[in-house]
């Protein structure tokens, strides 16, 4: 009588299984990604608006006379918004024997490293076999190998 194996294994061997190198690699690049996505100018920062839309506010305010147009909070913020490196390296320049970003350590932990699912962000104990991600349960596995599970590799 032949012995009964696992789906999930026999599928496994068919997968490609990256090494931990092959690991590093893909989730540096995929931080990057984000990196890239998260820090951008405002898109409608230049768009000139059309003498004839009616200006509501305005009519408003003015009841008569002009007055003189003053600039909110946020129009500065806006305008002279930095971006974390130059606020890191402004903080350095300022104060560099100060405690600060850069030289902020904690010593390390006595306990280990804690592992969470990648789809839902609960404490894990299993390891997806091709990627190395961690995941839950079998529906976050699910969710994991149909949108996640090396999808998105160079």
Known sequence: ????????????YQKRVLDEAARKRRQKKAL????QDNFHDDP???????????KFQETLDNRGGRRK??????????????????????DLNINPNSPNYVSAQAPPSKFP?????AVCGFPS??????CGARYCSMKCLGTHLDTR??????
């Open 1 to 12: 009588m032949a012995a009964r194996e696992s789906g999930r294994i026999k599928d496994a």
């Open 32 to 35: 990057e990604a984000l990196e």
């Open 44 to 54: 409608h920062a230049d768009l000139v608006m059309s003498k004839k839309v009616p």
């Open 69 to 90: 147009k003053t600039r909110s909070a946020e129009y500065y913020k806006q305008r002279f918004r930095k971006t974390f490196a130059q606020l890191v390296e402004e």
């Open 113 to 117: 490293e804690r592992q969470f699912c």
């Open 125 to 130: 104990n299993y390891t997806c076999i091709p």
């Open 149 to 154: 599970c090396l999808k998105w590799t160079a």
